[in-house]
């Protein structure tokens, strides 16, 4: 009887876990600045609109595809948690704009969305100023 509680017991646990894990794994995809990128292929579609609108349609399959798998583990994980289902609809918008983006020259602005990872390697030389600091004294003495 014992034995049968801690396993549930760690089996609770280690869902919890997982559950927080991909909670705070899923907003990276959902990254804000795909669509801030979504604004600017509107006015290039004004170009081209039919290419654009036959990609769109072909790539939401596909998307909505990739998105289902991620929301099987998640909908283990949602009767914990009720937000769950909530970055997965947060996300199939954000899949959808994504392959928009990538056929058309747009994907120069994607790594516009790489600015965010600038301030970790911003920390990056503040370490090396530590050093330096920590450099000076010893000339010093």
């Known amino acids: 009887i014992y034995l049968e509680l801690h396993i549930k017991f760690l089996l609770a646990i280690i869902v919890f876990l997982m559950s927080q894990f991909q909670l705070s794994f899923l907003p990276e995809p959902t990254a804000a600045p795909e669509l801030t990128t979504a604004p600017e292929p ?79 390697p911003s920390t990056t030389p503040k370490q090396p100023d530590a050093t330096e600091r920590t450099a000076a004294p010893e000339p010093l003495s």
Not at 69 to 89: K, R
């Open 42 to 120: 509107i006015p290039e579609p004004s170009t081209a609109p039919e290419p654009t609108a036959a990609s769109e349609p072909t790539a939401a399959p596909e998307s909505t595809a990739a998105s289902e798998p991620t929301a099987a583990p998640e909908s283990t994980a949602a009767s914990e948690p009720t937000a769950a289902p909530e970055p997965t609809a947060a996300s199939e918008p954000t899949a959808a704009s994504e392959p928009t983006a990538a056929p058309e020259p747009t994907a120069a602005s994607e790594p516009t969305a790489g600015p965010e990872p600038i301030p970790e």
